[in-house]
């Protein structure tokens, strides 16, 4: 069973896998966000014979989503040969509830230029399972599994898999793997989630190369501000290393 069934052109069902963890009868919002980029990557499919890969993807989440179907829209804001920009929108009860942005921009040949600095992450088999649903519940965090090695509360490295598909329909590895992202900020508390509440309200991933299926890995620092104000920032990789990075803006809020 995938995280999400298509009912209709427009429309999703997410499945028990879904469940969140801040509130089990709402959506983890990250497979919408792979389900998002999915869609955005099926569009331009449908519409272009040459494909454009995914540079960038910025999510915006309006607002917490239960676990219903929900309707999709996508939109071209930017047409172009080589770059474009492609909008795409979750709605529920009729109003937008997570809205993305990608720029799609065309390959080149730079194989030998290439090179990062970003540093490696240990194999996923070299850094011990962590149990996760010891800390978050829901069917999302039920359905992955993580290695994780952590130098103290707010500091981690770590590799995230799951055996659940995306969709019940082909799909991409960049779609999948964009579909773990949001895990980042769960992953290496800073804070105890039972007396502090710190939900992101956006996501942004930049990909400087394509990953490849498998585990999404994880180098991922979380900052508390003094104003109410958090950043959870990722070096992204698969396993052959760095692909990227991925940034979420928090809202935190301490209980009682």
Request: aromatic letters at 6%; proline letters at 9%.
């Amino acid at each position: 069973m995938p995280y999400f069934e298509r009912l209709d052109e427009q429309t999703w069902g997410p499945t028990e896998h879904v469940g969140g963890a801040w509130n089990t009868a709402e959506q983890h919002i990250a497979p919408a966000l792979g389900l998002l980029a999915h869609l955005v990557e099926l569009d331009q499919a449908q519409r272009r014979e040459e494909r454009l890969p995914l540079a960038r993807i910025s999510y915006d989440i309006l607002g917490v989503v239960p676990v219903e179907p929900c309707t999709t829209q996508v939109r071209v804001l930017r047409p172009g040969r080589t770059v474009e920009l492609v909008e795409a929108a979750l709605r529920h009860g009729g109003r937008d509830v997570v809205l993305a942005r990608a720029w799609m921009v065309a390959e080149g040949e730079t194989a030998q230029l290439a090179a990062t600095d970003l540093p490696a992450l240990p194999a996923p088999e070299e850094l011990p399972a962590w149990p996760a649903r010891d800390v978050w519940p829901g069917g999302f965090i039920a359905s992955v599994q993580v290695r994780r090695a952590q130098e103290h509360p707010g500091r981690a490295r770590f590799w995230v898999r799951t055996d659940v598909p995306l969709v019940d329909e082909q799909h991409s590895a960049v779609a999948a793997f964009l579909g773990l992202a949001d895990i980042a900020n769960g992953m290496t508390v800073r804070a105890d989630p039972r007396a502090v509440l710190f939900p992101n309200v956006d996501l942004t991933a930049h990909l400087f190369r394509e990953p490849e299926p498998g585990w999404v890995g994880f180098d991922t620092t979380v900052s508390f501000g003094p104003g109410g104000h958090g950043l959870t920032s990722s070096v992204l990789h698969d396993v052959h290393g760095p692909v990227g990075t991925v940034a979420q803006s928090l809202t935190v809020r301490p209980l009682g």
